[in-house]
């Protein structure tokens, strides 16, 4: 049984790099992925950026991604396991992310055990949706960045917390690179856990908003529990790290720290 477990997560590892690497060609190479090349290039995120974060695309096709898989040996019942893959009500399989920019999701040793999708259109969806837990997946316990954020935490002992990836992806790319995010839920103590091991000394950059608040107000009494004492830093003029960063800049960003 031990032996079947370690099986399904090695091969769980493997078809999530396969999409990843799918997922980042689309993007680079593909004419369809125009839209979030343009999408991206709005928000000011240049091709180092994509390349360091392996960014990507996900077609609007329903089975582009799963027949590439297969070719590659891995079947349905794998995709689906993985949470890139799903089975319609008539037993169909279709891709679980289609018209979206593509996250990565990495676990500490740079792996991709996850997905977020951003919706290009404006079709009535969800903008973000993120992979469901899996056997090498807990959203609870992984903090997006963390594998990059590391070198850069123990430089300057201290890490900033956002809410969002591309929070996450401004401040990198702005040179605040011991940045995370927790993954589309709020903080929880196994991730607090996580950032104790590396610093005492964390700062909480969310959103300008009344949810930005609460969260905020949440995560003061976790980070007090694990006797960690926060700052939690006010960005005037701007709703989230990502917008402050597009609008006034790493320089501003930094007198505000």
């Not at 996900?58 to 089975?63: E, M, N, T």
């Not at 594998?147 to 040179?175: C, I, N, T």
């Not at 196994?190 to 005492?200: F, G, P």
């Amino acid at each position: 049984e031990q032996q079947q477990q370690v099986s399904q997560r090695r091969r769980l590892l493997e078809v999530n790099e396969a999409a990843a690497s799918w997922f980042h060609a689309r993007l680079l190479t593909d004419p369809l992925a125009q839209s979030a090349r343009d999408y991206l290039e709005g928000r000011g995120f240049g091709r180092e950026t994509i390349e360091s974060a392996r960014l990507g695309f996900a077609p609007d096709s329903y089975d582009g991604l799963i027949n590439h898989l297969h070719s590659q040996g891995f079947d349905a019942a794998l995709c689906i396991d993985a949470g890139l893959a799903k089975r319609s009500e008539r037993g169909s399989v279709y891709a679980t992310f289609r018209n979206r920019v593509q996250i990565p999701i990495l676990d500490r040793m740079g792996r991709p055990i996850a997905f977020g999708g951003r919706l290009l259109s404006d079709e009535k969806q969800a903008k973000y949706i993120n992979s469901p837990e899996t056997d090498i997946y807990s959203k609870s316990s992984v903090l997006y960045g963390l594998s990059w954020a590391k070198p850069a935490v123990a430089k300057h002992d201290r890490l900033l917390l956002v809410e969002g990836y591309f929070d996450v992806l401004s401040l990198h790319q702005a040179g605040f690179k011991e940045t995370v995010a927790t993954c589309g839920t709020a903080l929880t103590r196994q991730q607090v856990q996580e950032i104790k091991r590396l610093t005492q000394t964390v700062i909480a950059v969310f959103d300008m908003d009344e949810a930005g608040e609460r969260a905020g107000e949440k995560a003061l009494s976790l980070f007090l529990d694990c006797e960690i004492e926060p700052r939690h830093l006010l960005l005037p003029d701007a709703k989230d790290p990502d917008e402050f960063i597009q609008r006034q800049g790493a320089e501003a960003f930094q007198r505000q720290l």
